[in-house]
Structures are given as C-alpha cells and as structure tokens.
Nanobody
Framework: QVQLVESGGGLAQAGGSLSLSCAAS????????MAWFRQAPGEEREFLAN????????NYADSVRGRFTISRDNRKKMVYLQMNRLKPEDTAIYLC?????????????????WGQGTQVTVSS
C-alpha cells in the first residue's frame, strides 16, 4: 500500500479556482492508478476523476468534466486536482485514493489506500 496525504483545500468564491495535491509515500507509486473522490455532509462518496499509472488515460465524472483536471508526477509521487469554475455544490471533503489492482475506477471499494481528505468550501 501507499500512504496518501492531501493538501491545498480551503475557501474559494464561486467561479474561482483551487489546486489540490496528494503526496504519496511508499514503494511502487508509479504502478498505482489514482483517483479523487469527494464527500459532502450527509452524502455518499462521489467519484470525481481517475488517472492511470503513467498519466496517459483519465476519466471524469459528468459533474466536473471540463472544470477539473487530474494529473500526476511519478517522480515526485504526487497527484493533483486542478479545480476551475468552482460552484457552491463543490463544497465537500476531497479525498485521494490509490489502487494497485484493476477494477471499476468509479467505485470506492476498488481503492485500497485513502488519504484523510482536505476540506474545500465554495461560497456563493
């Protein structure tokens, strides 16, 4: 497994931008597929985006496609989520996740490592 620590959350105004980072530690990070999820109070965990081991393939949820961009830097063991045109409904805790095994990338149970999350709050 890898250990994951998110950072970069905070308060933004609607229409603004935030950039989240996820720092990984442990061996073989470059072999892991990575993803971002979010969870708002009282809501289920929501898949946002995933990226394959070398960054050549990405997928996005309809709710963020065209606004959010996932990327990774394997040399730095980092994964990023650039969030633009933020909306109040983007307010949630954002979590980074990693999986070594193939599976449905949109399902949380596919992932075996999770960070603690970082809070994102978007004001109207």
């Amino acid at each position: 497994q890898v250990q994951l620590v998110e950072s970069g959350g905070g308060l933004a105004q609607a229409g603004g931008s935030l950039s989240l980072s996820c720092a990984a530690s442990g061996r073989a990070f470059s072999y892991y597929a990575m993803a971002w999820f979010r969870q708002a109070p009282g809501e289920e965990r929501e898949f946002l985006a995933n990226i394959n081991w070398d960054g050549s393939s990405t997928n996005y949820a309809d709710s963020v496609r065209g606004r959010f961009t996932i990327s990774r830097d394997n040399r730095k063991k980092m994964v990023y989520l650039q969030m633009n045109r933020l909306k109040p409904e983007d307010t949630a805790i954002y979590l980074c996740a990693a999986t070594f095994a193939p599976g449905d990338a949109k399902i949380g149970t596919t992932y075996d490592s999770w960070g603690q999350g970082t809070q994102v709050t978007v004001s109207s």
